[in-house]
Protein backbone atom coordinates (compact mmCIF):
# COMPACT_ATOMS: atom_id res chain seq x y z
CA UNK A 1 0.00 0.00 0.00
CA UNK A 2 2.52 2.51 1.28
CA UNK A 3 2.88 5.44 2.30
CA UNK A 4 -0.83 8.08 2.67
CA UNK A 5 0.71 11.02 0.74
CA UNK A 6 -0.88 14.26 2.84
CA UNK A 7 -0.24 16.24 -0.22
CA UNK A 8 -1.95 13.80 -2.87
CA UNK A 9 -4.68 13.51 -0.60
CA UNK A 10 -5.45 16.93 -0.89
CA UNK A 11 -5.16 17.41 -4.77
CA UNK A 12 -7.11 14.14 -4.91
CA UNK A 13 -10.27 16.40 -2.52
CA UNK A 14 -9.66 19.34 -5.38
CA UNK A 15 -10.04 16.79 -7.84
CA UNK A 16 -13.34 15.27 -6.88
CA UNK A 17 -14.63 18.28 -6.19
CA UNK A 18 -13.93 19.51 -10.19
CA UNK A 19 -11.35 22.29 -8.93
CA UNK A 20 -7.67 22.73 -9.65
CA UNK A 21 -5.91 22.40 -6.61
CA UNK A 22 -4.53 25.90 -5.57
CA UNK A 23 -1.32 25.43 -3.62
CA UNK A 24 0.11 28.63 -2.09
CA UNK A 25 3.56 29.79 -0.92
CA UNK A 26 4.97 32.31 2.17
CA UNK A 27 8.47 32.46 3.31
CA UNK A 28 8.45 31.67 7.42
CA UNK A 29 9.29 34.44 9.66
CA UNK A 30 8.27 37.06 7.37
CA UNK A 31 7.43 39.64 8.68
CA UNK A 32 7.33 37.41 11.74
CA UNK A 33 6.98 33.65 13.05
CA UNK A 34 2.57 34.60 14.09
CA UNK A 35 2.29 36.24 11.12
CA UNK A 36 3.29 33.42 8.60
CA UNK A 37 1.23 31.01 10.58
CA UNK A 38 -1.81 33.65 10.93
CA UNK A 39 -1.15 34.40 7.08
CA UNK A 40 -0.97 30.54 6.38
CA UNK A 41 -4.36 29.72 8.44
CA UNK A 42 -5.92 32.36 6.33
CA UNK A 43 -4.99 30.50 3.45
CA UNK A 44 -6.50 27.53 4.22
CA UNK A 45 -9.53 29.40 5.03
CA UNK A 46 -9.68 31.12 2.03
CA UNK A 47 -9.77 27.84 -0.83
CA UNK A 48 -5.89 27.33 -0.48
CA UNK A 49 -5.57 23.35 -0.40
CA UNK A 50 -1.97 23.09 0.09
CA UNK A 51 0.45 25.42 1.36
CA UNK A 52 4.44 25.48 0.83
CA UNK A 53 6.19 27.03 4.11
CA UNK A 54 9.67 28.53 2.57
CA UNK A 55 13.37 28.31 4.86
CA UNK A 56 14.65 31.68 4.41
CA UNK A 57 17.85 31.02 3.04
CA UNK A 58 21.09 33.60 2.37
CA UNK A 59 21.76 33.01 -0.89
CA UNK A 60 17.86 31.97 -2.72
CA UNK A 61 19.18 31.17 -6.28
CA UNK A 62 15.33 30.42 -7.77
CA UNK A 63 13.62 33.37 -5.91
CA UNK A 64 12.70 36.63 -7.74
CA UNK A 65 13.12 40.13 -6.23
CA UNK A 66 10.01 39.76 -3.36
CA UNK A 67 10.80 36.52 -2.24
CA UNK A 68 14.12 37.38 -1.63
CA UNK A 69 13.52 40.68 -0.08
CA UNK A 70 11.08 39.05 2.42
CA UNK A 71 13.34 36.15 3.37
CA UNK A 72 16.39 38.41 3.54
CA UNK A 73 13.88 40.56 6.23
CA UNK A 74 13.47 36.90 7.95
CA UNK A 75 17.20 36.40 8.58
CA UNK A 76 17.44 39.73 9.67
CA UNK A 77 14.57 39.39 12.33
CA UNK A 78 16.20 36.46 13.88
CA UNK A 79 14.58 33.66 12.50
CA UNK A 80 16.07 30.22 12.69
CA UNK A 81 15.99 26.94 10.99
CA UNK A 82 14.81 25.16 13.96
CA UNK A 83 11.76 27.36 13.88
CA UNK A 84 10.04 26.21 10.48
CA UNK A 85 9.02 23.28 12.89
CA UNK A 86 6.84 25.69 14.84
CA UNK A 87 5.36 27.23 11.98
CA UNK A 88 4.56 24.09 10.86
CA UNK A 89 2.62 23.11 14.08
CA UNK A 90 1.31 26.53 14.50
CA UNK A 91 -0.26 26.06 10.98
CA UNK A 92 -1.61 22.22 11.27
CA UNK A 93 -2.91 22.89 14.39
CA UNK A 94 -5.34 25.55 13.18
CA UNK A 95 -6.43 24.11 10.02
CA UNK A 96 -6.32 20.85 8.06
CA UNK A 97 -4.50 22.00 4.72
CA UNK A 98 -1.36 19.65 3.72
CA UNK A 99 1.95 21.81 4.80
CA UNK A 100 5.18 21.25 2.63
CA UNK A 101 8.02 22.51 3.22
CA UNK A 102 10.36 24.36 0.50
CA UNK A 103 14.12 24.83 1.36
CA UNK A 104 17.14 24.12 0.02
CA UNK A 105 18.92 21.13 0.62
CA UNK A 106 22.01 22.99 2.84
CA UNK A 107 20.14 23.43 6.11
CA UNK A 108 18.61 19.95 6.07
CA UNK A 109 21.75 18.41 5.48
CA UNK A 110 23.18 20.62 8.10
CA UNK A 111 20.41 19.78 10.98
CA UNK A 112 20.79 15.71 10.17
CA UNK A 113 18.30 14.43 7.37
CA UNK A 114 17.24 11.95 9.38
CA UNK A 115 16.23 14.21 12.23
CA UNK A 116 14.58 17.11 9.93
CA UNK A 117 12.24 14.14 8.74
CA UNK A 118 11.29 13.40 12.44
CA UNK A 119 10.72 16.39 14.04
CA UNK A 120 8.74 17.84 10.22
CA UNK A 121 6.54 14.39 11.00
CA UNK A 122 6.15 15.38 14.09
CA UNK A 123 4.86 18.64 13.30
CA UNK A 124 2.32 17.47 11.46
CA UNK A 125 4.29 18.58 7.90
CA UNK A 126 3.05 16.83 4.33
CA UNK A 127 6.78 16.65 3.47
CA UNK A 128 9.73 18.73 1.12
CA UNK A 129 9.73 20.49 -1.83
CA UNK A 130 13.67 20.41 -2.66
CA UNK A 131 14.16 23.04 -6.05
CA UNK A 132 18.13 21.83 -5.68
CA UNK A 133 17.99 18.48 -4.98
CA UNK A 134 17.74 16.03 -7.37
CA UNK A 135 16.84 12.66 -6.83
CA UNK A 136 20.50 10.47 -7.82
CA UNK A 137 21.42 12.40 -4.51
CA UNK A 138 18.90 11.81 -2.94
CA UNK A 139 19.31 8.64 -1.00
CA UNK A 140 19.14 9.99 2.33
CA UNK A 141 16.12 11.84 2.15
CA UNK A 142 14.49 9.11 0.05
CA UNK A 143 14.94 6.39 3.02
CA UNK A 144 14.07 9.43 5.74
CA UNK A 145 10.67 9.79 3.82
CA UNK A 146 9.90 6.90 3.80
CA UNK A 147 10.29 6.18 7.49
CA UNK A 148 8.51 9.08 8.42
CA UNK A 149 5.80 9.07 5.92
CA UNK A 150 6.74 12.43 4.22
CA UNK A 151 6.23 13.48 0.36
CA UNK A 152 9.06 13.83 -1.73
CA UNK A 153 8.64 16.57 -4.18
CA UNK A 154 11.03 17.54 -6.75
CA UNK A 155 11.31 19.86 -9.60
CA UNK A 156 11.27 19.25 -13.65
CA UNK A 157 11.59 22.11 -16.24
CA UNK A 158 11.37 22.65 -19.80
CA UNK A 159 15.36 22.06 -19.90
CA UNK A 160 14.47 17.97 -17.79
CA UNK A 161 16.10 15.23 -20.24
CA UNK A 162 13.47 12.48 -20.71
CA UNK A 163 15.51 10.69 -18.36
CA UNK A 164 15.73 13.12 -16.18
CA UNK A 165 11.79 13.45 -15.90
CA UNK A 166 11.32 9.79 -15.77
CA UNK A 167 13.89 9.60 -12.41
CA UNK A 168 11.90 12.45 -11.13
CA UNK A 169 9.08 11.36 -11.55
CA UNK A 170 9.72 7.73 -10.20
CA UNK A 171 11.34 9.37 -6.93
CA UNK A 172 8.42 12.23 -6.47
CA UNK A 173 5.34 11.53 -3.79
CA UNK A 174 2.69 13.70 -3.39
CA UNK A 175 2.99 15.61 -6.79
CA UNK A 176 5.75 16.42 -9.29
CA UNK A 177 6.88 20.22 -9.51
CA UNK A 178 6.92 21.89 -12.71
CA UNK A 179 8.49 24.58 -13.23
CA UNK A 180 7.23 26.92 -16.12
CA UNK A 181 10.27 28.96 -17.30
CA UNK A 182 13.89 28.80 -16.68
CA UNK A 183 14.99 31.45 -14.39
CA UNK A 184 13.55 33.25 -11.35
CA UNK A 185 9.98 33.56 -9.99
CA UNK A 186 8.24 36.74 -9.83
CA UNK A 187 4.47 37.33 -11.23
CA UNK A 188 4.38 37.66 -14.82
CA UNK A 189 1.58 38.61 -16.82
CA UNK A 190 0.72 35.30 -19.23
CA UNK A 191 2.03 31.80 -18.02
CA UNK A 192 4.85 30.53 -20.51
CA UNK A 193 3.10 27.66 -23.01
CA UNK A 194 6.25 25.59 -22.17
CA UNK A 195 4.06 25.54 -18.53
CA UNK A 196 2.01 23.08 -20.75
CA UNK A 197 4.85 20.71 -22.41
CA UNK A 198 6.51 20.23 -18.57
CA UNK A 199 3.01 19.25 -17.48
CA UNK A 200 2.46 16.53 -20.52
CA UNK A 201 5.67 15.18 -20.33
CA UNK A 202 5.60 14.49 -16.35
CA UNK A 203 1.92 12.69 -16.93
CA UNK A 204 3.14 10.92 -20.09
CA UNK A 205 6.07 9.64 -17.42
CA UNK A 206 3.31 8.31 -15.48
CA UNK A 207 3.14 11.13 -12.63
CA UNK A 208 -0.53 11.07 -11.43
CA UNK A 209 -0.14 14.73 -10.18
CA UNK A 210 1.57 17.65 -11.65
CA UNK A 211 1.43 21.14 -10.61
CA UNK A 212 3.01 24.37 -12.16
CA UNK A 213 4.58 27.14 -10.26
CA UNK A 214 6.44 30.09 -11.66
CA UNK A 215 4.73 33.50 -12.67
CA UNK A 216 0.79 32.74 -11.43
CA UNK A 217 -0.31 35.62 -9.84
CA UNK A 218 -4.47 35.84 -11.26
CA UNK A 219 -7.44 33.21 -10.87
CA UNK A 220 -7.37 33.67 -15.02
CA UNK A 221 -3.90 32.29 -15.04
CA UNK A 222 -5.10 29.30 -12.30
CA UNK A 223 -7.78 28.57 -14.22
CA UNK A 224 -5.54 28.57 -17.45
CA UNK A 225 -3.25 26.14 -15.89
CA UNK A 226 -6.29 24.04 -14.71
CA UNK A 227 -7.10 23.20 -18.87
CA UNK A 228 -3.99 20.78 -18.13
CA UNK A 229 -2.24 20.50 -14.65
CA UNK A 230 -3.34 19.06 -11.44
CA UNK A 231 -2.42 22.46 -9.32
CA UNK A 232 -1.44 26.12 -9.73
CA UNK A 233 1.40 27.45 -7.35
CA UNK A 234 0.87 31.18 -6.27
CA UNK A 235 4.12 32.84 -4.46
CA UNK A 236 5.04 36.22 -5.39
CA UNK A 237 1.50 37.54 -5.29
CA UNK A 238 1.05 36.09 -1.97
CA UNK A 239 3.90 37.68 -0.67
CA UNK A 240 3.63 41.04 -1.62
CA UNK A 241 0.22 40.69 -0.29
CA UNK A 242 1.56 40.48 2.65
CA UNK A 243 3.71 42.78 2.71
CA UNK A 244 1.51 45.79 1.45
CA UNK A 245 -1.58 44.44 3.23
CA UNK A 246 -1.16 42.01 5.95
CA UNK A 247 -3.22 39.23 6.54
CA UNK A 248 -6.40 40.40 5.33
CA UNK A 249 -4.83 41.49 1.91
CA UNK A 250 -3.77 37.62 1.57
CA UNK A 251 -7.11 35.92 2.78
CA UNK A 252 -8.69 38.26 -0.09
CA UNK A 253 -5.94 37.51 -2.63
CA UNK A 254 -6.60 33.70 -1.52
CA UNK A 255 -10.08 34.44 -2.28
CA UNK A 256 -10.10 36.07 -5.74
CA UNK A 257 -7.33 33.41 -6.82
CA UNK A 258 -9.20 30.31 -5.33
CA UNK A 259 -12.46 31.95 -7.76
CA UNK A 260 -10.09 30.31 -10.86
CA UNK A 261 -9.72 26.65 -9.19
CA UNK A 262 -13.42 25.29 -10.85
CA UNK A 263 -12.85 23.11 -13.53
CA UNK A 264 -15.29 23.10 -16.83
Not at 225 to 234: C, K, L, S
Request: with cysteine; hydrophobic share 50%; glycine share 10%.
Amino acid sequence: MGTVSKSAAAIERARAAGRTALIAYLPAGFPDVQTTIDAAVALAENGVDLIEIGIPYSDPVMDGAVIQQATVEALQNGFAVRQIFDVVKGITDRTDAAVLVMTYWNPVMRMGVRDFARRLAEAGGAGLITPDLIPDEAGEWIAASDEFGLDRVFLVAPSSSPERMQSTVDATRGFVYAVSIMGVTGARTAVSSAAREVVDAAHRAGAERACVGLGVSTADQVREIGAYADGAIVGTALVAALRDGGVPAVAALAKDLSSGTPKG
